[in-house]
Structures are given as C-alpha cells and as structure tokens.
C-alpha cells in the first residue's frame, strides 16, 4: 500500500460518480468524507459528475478530469479520492492528469483498517487484503522502470521482450509478485489456522444460546454492547472503531442469559478482499443463533444501509432467513420525523431504541427473552446427587424453577434448550426424566 494518509491531515479532493442506479439521498460524498476524515485526511474540495457508464480510461470525462485538478490546484490538495473502485490502468491515466496520487474508496477503507488494527489477528487480516488489492497493481508501480528499459536497443539489461533479455522493470516485477504471493500464500495459511480455532471456539458455545451485533459502521453496536452488558468496548463516534470480535454474557433475567457478540461494522461495497480476510473475525456472526441487525434510525440513508448490510451477510453465506431481529437505534437523535415513520413502516417488527439513553432496552431483552423461552422446552428431570457435573450444567445452562430432593436424587423443573439435554447425554451424565407431574412433561429426553 501507498503513503498512509493519517500523516499530517492530508488534504484531499474527493470524486463521485453518479450512475443511473439509485443511489442514497443527500449529500453523495457524505460517507466518503467521513471516511477521509477517519483516515486522517481532510476533505478541500468536491467534484461530483453524473454519467450513464464508468469512462472506461479515466472513470470520469477529461472535461471533469481537468475540473478535479484546478479544484486541486487552487486547494492545495495532496490527493484526490474517488467514490467507486478503479483499475491499475485508470488510477496510471487519472494521476498523469491530475499531477496527484489518486486513490479510490477500497484504498481508503484498507487504509483505515489497517490503522485501526490492533491485535495480531486483525493486522494479519488487514495486510492479506491490502497484499491481494496491491498484487495486480505492481506493473503500475515499476512503469517508469519499464520506460528505462524499453529506452535501450538489441538484448540484454535494457532490452524488452525474450528469455533473458527482459529489463529491470519487468524482473522486478516478477520479484515483487513472487514475494507477494509468498506472503499471501503465508498469510492465508495463517489465518486458515485462525479460521478453525475460531470455529472450534464457537462450537464450543453452541450449548448457549448466541446472539451477534451486526449493522453498518458506527451505528452504535459497540455502545448498545456497552448497554447491555456492562462491557468496556472502545466507544468512539467514527467510522471502523471496531475491528475485532468481544463476546461477553447477557443476562436477559430469572436466571437466564445469552452470548452477545460485538462485530466490525459493514460498509456500502465493502472491499471484497476484506470480507474475506475478515471471515475468522465474522464467524460469530455466520453461526450465531439471532442477529440483531442494529441501524442508524438518525441517518437518511438507513435503508440504503440496511440493504448493504444484508449485501455482505449474504457474500458471508447467511442465509436471508436467518433469524433476525432489525433494532432501530439512535431514536433520541432523530431530526426527521417523517422519515423515521416511514423508516418503521418498511419495517414493521422493527424495534426503536436508544442504547445511549437505554430507551427500548427492556423491550429489546424481553423480545430475546421469549426468542430464547422459544428454544427451550420445560422438563422436570431427576439428577443424581453425586452427579456434580450435571448439576453445575443445569444450572449454568438451563432455567431451574424448581428443586427438591428425593433420597440420592435431586429433582428439577427446568427450562431447557434441546442443545443442553444432548450435551448432558453426550457426556454420560446421570440425568433421566422424574416423574410427570403437573402437566410438565418427562419423556422428551432425547439424544439426537
């Protein structure tokens, strides 16, 4: 990757294209500002041009391409930021034109991850995507290389073309592909590992009942996590605060409880190498039991952010009926009423909170309360005393309701998730249905 851009407050034009696809309402540089802006880097100017097609050379037209560089001049802008990914070919022709280094909005994004990055997993992670968005950018890096070697004539050093007689240029960029790729190889290897233990560890939860905070950046998951379980997560009004998963225990009440999981927050055309590099992190989210998909209620644009978060969720292999519920947060910073009534309307089942007042909070653990009452059945089971271990599960892991005691046994009436009873079983716990009594059922101890 290129010059970090958190040096100095660099100053910067930002570029957008305005294609026939709807796009979100308002300002349509806003987001990308704010990702400059939590890059470090400080936005001086704007040139937005509306077109039916990406210029294929230079994304935008010469006539717009010569307005981005005097808005340039005239800011004494270091860099110019386009909306939109662009080629190795189109950043070359754009930086010829504009006399600047030209970076486009996956650049950017690596750029903030990659200074947000704070554990060993996440800065592994972060590198594979910058590593894979650079590798078929290295010709562009040694093109004036290439121009020293295409400069000489006949064959050796100098010469272009043939077995032993390619220039500097060229053999430099196969060095730099080969060690790129060794490190990709390396770095993949790596994460693979990370990937399993990951997997092993959420495997290991599956005897509770899982939730993970999902939504796009900075809609407030980290406060709600906060909120909810008195957890110290890094709360900060800006884009990608958070990189890596948390996972603390939720007590919903009367004793029962849920693992509530904090993700890194999605984006509109998240860069696809990040997805990627980013699945150990994401696994929470693809194998939790619900995701509460929370949403900025306050932005314009919540819907087009809803649609992007459902965008990568799919791209991560979750199924569209996973079970979900739409939390609509920040509704104590609503300016636009209407458009927040039209904002319930599209989503009726939706559930209005405010983690930083803690307003809807009793309702939104009440409504995970009865999602989690819905995984359990209610059983009256007969333990023996001498069984610890099957006790310390029950009451770590079930509701207990009751208990009395009948010689060397212990009899409970419990609410149960089907998950708890196989565990128990699978451990040879000495656990049996008692007697039925009450209504409440005994014989659906089951094994499989």
């Not at 110019?80 to 754009?94: G, T, Y």
């Not at 957890?231 to 939720?250: C, G, M, S």
């Not at 909070?361 to 009256?380: K, M």
């Not at 009899?411 to 998950?419: E, F």
Request: glycine residues 8%; contains cysteine.
């Amino acid at each position: 990757m290129r010059d970090n851009l958190a040096v100095g407050r660099e100053r910067v034009v930002l570029v957008g294209v305005l294609l026939s696809e709807p796009r979100a309402s308002g300002d349509p540089l806003a987001e990308l500002a704010e990702l400059a802006e939590a890059a470090g880097a400080e936005p001086v100017g704007r040139v937005v041009q509306r077109r039916r097609s990406y210029a294929a050379a230079t994304c935008i037209g010469k006539g717009k391409l010569e307005e981005v560089r005097q808005r340039a001049d005239a800011a004494d802008a270091a860099t110019v930021i386009f909306d939109n990914d662009l080629s190795p070919s189109q950043i070359r022709e754009i930086e010829k034109a504009v006399n600047r280094k030209v970076l486009d909005r996956s650049e950017l994004i690596l750029d903030i991850f990659a200074s947000r990055a704070r554990t060993a997993e996440a800065r592994l992670q972060v590198e594979l995507a910058q590593l894979e968005y650079t590798a078929p950018r290295l010709r562009g890096m040694w093109t004036h290389l290439e121009r020293i070697a295409g400069a000489g004539g006949g064959t050796g050093v100098g010469a272009v073309g043939g077995i032993g007689t390619r220039g500097p240029g060229e053999r430099q960029i196969e060095i730099d592909r080969r060690i790129v790729g060794k490190r990709i190889a390396l770095l993949k290897e790596r994460l693979a590992e990370i990937d399993q233990r990951k997997v092993r560890e959420v495997g290991a939860r599956q005897d509770h009942f899982t939730v993970s905070l999902v939504g796009y950046t900075n809609a407030g998951k980290s406060t709600l996590m906060n909120a909810l379980t008195g957890a110290a997560t890094l709360v900060r009004d800006q884009l990608f605060a958070t990189l890596d998963t948390l996972t603390r225990r939720w007590d919903l009440g009367n004793g029962r409880f849920v693992l509530l999981s904090d993700t890194v927050g999605f984006i509109r055309n998240l860069p696809h190498h990040l997805v990627a590099s980013f699945r150990a992190t994401l696994e929470e989210a693809i194998h939790a039991d619900l995701l509460l998909h929370v949403v900025d209620a306050s932005s314009p644009d919540a819907e087009q952010q809803v649609a992007a978060v459902h965008d990568v969720l799919r791209s991560l292999g979750v199924a569209d009926d996973r079970r979900q519920l739409l939390v609509l947060n920040k509704t104590d910073a609503i300016e636009d009423e209407a458009a927040f009534t039209v904002l319930r309307a599209a989503h009726p089942a939706a559930l209005p909170i405010s983690a930083r007042s803690g307003a809807g909070l009793p309702e939104l653990r009440d409504a995970v309360a009865q999602l989690l009452a819905g995984e359990q059945q209610r059983l009256r089971l007969s333990v023996a005393l001498h069984d610890g271990r099957a006790l310390g599960l029950l009451k770590r892991f079930a509701e207990v309701l009751e208990t009395r005691f009948e010689d060397s046994r212990a009899v409970l009436d419990v609410r149960i998730a089907p998950r708890v009873l196989n565990q128990l079983h699978a451990l040879g716990a000495d656990v049996r249905p008692a007697a039925d009594e009450d209504g409440i059922r005994a014989d659906r101890y089951t094994d499989g």
